[in-house]
């Protein structure tokens, strides 16, 4: 089985702060992703990567970055977290071939920001 | 542009009852596909069926089914004798021929009770 995890279930950060949250997955896929979900908007894209050292930006990349050195691993960074920030952030990751492509989420990170 | 629209927020209904869950959406690609996810309340989301814009036929599985209508532009998912455990979010999505990018409508809460 694919397994996603990320770092926190739950992170509790104050304004200001320089905050990163972790994604691993174990199954050498190609495609990662970083969401986050608010009631009533569904997922929305912030940042994906398609190979290592690869990023584009996604729907809502604003006050966000992201970082992938290795192929398992994708960081979602809030340089200055805001408010506004506070969200559920999911992480995803997919094969990326026509066979195979849906995407496979980790549990997720609830975060507040104070 | 692409989007998916889930109309209904919140549906309750008691167990053994039927409920279709809808999902509309808009793409100018010829190429695409559509998927369900499954939110538990434990929060990670779960792959339920992946379907290719080449192929209307409807698909069941269990006491789930999916019914798909390019001329309707829906792909809707209905739960025969729903049960307690189907209690979750349901999130429809679209993809275009760029793997990378997921359209995720706004999900609908389905309530069920014993």
């Known amino acids: 089985d694919v397994k996603v995890t990320q770092s926190s279930r739950y992170l509790v950060k104050r304004t200001g702060e320089k905050v990163f949250l972790e994604c691993v997955q174990d199954?050498?896929?190609?495609?990662m992703f970083w969401y986050r979900q608010d009631p009533g908007l569904g997922l929305r894209l912030i940042y994906f990567s398609y190979d290592v050292k690869m990023k584009e930006k996604g729907d809502i990349p604003e006050g966000y970055s992201v970082s992938r050195e290795k192929k398992e691993r994708f960081s979602l960074i809030l340089e200055s977290a805001s408010t506004n920030q506070t969200s559920m952030y999911l992480c995803?990751?997919?094969?990326?071939?026509?066979?195979?492509?849906?995407?496979?989420f980790g549990p997720g990170t609830r975060l507040t920001v104070t | 542009a692409q989007k998916v629209t889930q109309a209904q927020t919140e549906i309750s209904v008691v167990e053994k009852e039927d409920v279709t869950l809808d999902c509309v959406y808009e793409?100018?690609?010829?190429?695409?596909?559509l998927f369900w996810y499954k939110q538990p309340p434990s929060g990670e989301l779960v792959f339920l069926i992946r379907?290719?814009?080449?192929?209307?036929q409807n698909e069941i599985s269990g006491r789930y089914s999916w019914n798909f209508q390019k001329s309707t532009s829906s792909f809707n998912f209905t739960i025969t004798a729903s049960q307690v455990v189907d209690s979750a979010v349901y999130f429809c999505?679209?993809?275009?021929?760029?793997?990378?990018?997921?359209?995720f409508g706004s999900g609908t809460k389905l309530n069920v009770k014993p």
């Open positions: 999505a679209l993809s275009g021929y760029n793997f990378n990018k997921f359209y």
């Open positions: 995803a990751s997919s094969l990326g071939t026509s066979e195979d492509y849906e995407q496979y």
């Open positions: 379907r290719n814009s080449f192929d209307e």
């Open positions: 199954m050498d896929h190609e495609n």
């Open positions: 793409t100018r690609d010829t190429t695409y596909y």
